[in-house]
Structure formats: C-alpha cells, structure tokens
T-cell receptor, first 110, second 119 residues
Framework: QSALTQPRSVSGSPGQSVTISCTGSSSDVGGYDYVSWYQQHPGKAPKLMIYDVSKRPSGVPDRFSASKSGNTASLTLSGLQAEDEADYYC??????????FGGGTKLTVL | EVQLVQSGAEVKKPGESLKISCKGSGYTFASYWIGWVRQMPGRGLEWMGIIYPGDSDTRYSPSFQGQVTISADKSISTAYLQLNSLKASDTAMYYCARLRTVTTPFDYWGQGTLATVSS
C-alpha cells in the first residue's frame, strides 16, 4: 500500500496562493469523498485542517480550501501568511476500515 | 475538553518490547475509535491501525498487520500500541488520535511518544 503522492515542497510569498496536490487511485482518493488534510509544524502533532474533501473544522481560516477531481485532491492556501509554513499531509479512506496518508509537502513562505 | 495524553519517551534495545499508552478524557472514550500513526525521523505520517474501545474491534494497515498490536481498556479510557522484537527501524514518533467513525478524520491527537531503539 503506497503512500498517496504529494509534491515534496511548494513555496509562495506572503499574500500569494499555493496549491498542494494529492494523487491516489480509484481505491482511495477517487473512490471515496473522505479526504482530509493535516498541517504539522516542526515538533508538533498534526492538526486537522480539512475533512470530507472540502469541509473546514471550526476555527480553521477560510483561507484554506480544498477540492477533488478524479483521483487527485488539492489543498489551496490563499493569502499566505508566515504561520502557514509547515508540512501538509493528505489522507484518504481506502476501504476495508483503513486509510492512507500522502508523503507530505513542505510549504515554505518566502 | 477532549484530551489524549500519551506515555513518555522510551529508549529500548533491539529485541525488546515496547507498549505505548494513550489516555483519553473529556469525551465518551468507548464511543470513538482511536488510531495510531507512525512518523519516522524526518519522514511522513503512516496510518498504522485503529481500535474501537467499545468492543475492541481492531483494524490494521496491511503494512503493519502482524508487526504491531493495538489494544484498549475502556474501563480506564486507555488505548495501547505494542511493538515486539524491536529493531532500530522502529525508532519513530508514535501518535494516537481520535476518530468518530472509520471514514472520519483524526480530529484530536495525542502529543506523541518518541521511541528510540538503539543498542
């Protein structure tokens, strides 16, 4: 069971927008609307940012948005801020009571 | 307030066993799944498995099936992750996290337990 494919790194300047992709297969991302995204700052536990493809938990800024098309999910951060610099992981339900994470993307705010 | 508090850092030798605990509070522990996630040094998150403390229904990622044991004691609101015959490659941060159902995300996370395996 291979990890979902994410770019290793993305970058953007404050105020800009960046998009992180997450590519899987019809057995995971493409097969279910259960994709979530997590933000992880160095030395910290991950934090849920998006669930069910595009829903934001309470307290997550609306600068974070997400979508899915076929076997690829995407997370978009608009109006980049310095505190957005972190690692981002997608996660998808993969059937049979299991899920799978993406390899992670390091976001650098220039 | 929902909290998941994990046991402290561990240093073990190859071949030894390790059992990490995750104590939940602030919610009905038996009614939510608890999952375990591995993060090796400098690497990404890996979904290991989940358990429903209410009836101890346990599911494993194929990658971890047979390599780890997940258990729970709902009477003390605690879940466990056990690794036997430790290898240096088991050195990692291990997180527990809560999920409402098997298709919902991890909404609350423990602080992580660093396990170091070294001779």
């Amino acid at each position: 069971q291979s990890a979902l494919t994410q770019p290793r790194s993305v970058s953007g300047s404050p105020g800009q927008s960046v998009t992180i992709s997450c590519t899987g297969s019809s057995s995971d991302v493409g097969g279910y609307d259960y994709v979530s995204w997590y933000q992880q700052h160095p030395g910290k536990a991950p934090k849920l940012m998006i669930y069910d493809v595009s829903k934001r938990p309470s307290g997550v800024p609306d600068r974070f948005s997400a979508s899915k098309s076929g076997n690829t999910a995407s997370l978009t951060l608009s109006g980049l801020q310095a505190e957005d610099e972190a690692d981002y992981y997608c996660c998808s339900y993969a059937g049979s009571y299991a899920a799978i994470f993406g390899g992670g993307t390091k976001l650098t705010v220039l | 307030e929902v909290q998941l508090v994990q046991s402290g850092a561990e240093v073990k030798k190859p071949g030894e066993s390790l059992k990490i605990s995750c104590k939940g509070s602030g919610y009905t522990f038996a009614s939510y799944w608890i999952g375990w996630v591995r993060q090796m040094p400098g690497r990404g998150l890996e979904w290991m498995g989940i358990i429903y403390p209410g009836d101890s229904d346990t599911r494993y990622s194929p990658s971890f099936q047979g390599q780890v044991t997940i258990s729970a004691d709902k009477s003390i609101s605690t879940a466990y992750l056990q690794l036997n015959s430790l290898k240096a490659s088991d050195t990692a941060m291990y997180y527990c996290a809560r999920l409402r159902t098997v298709t919902t995300p991890f909404d609350y996370w423990g602080q992580g337990t660093l396990a170091t395996v070294s001779s």
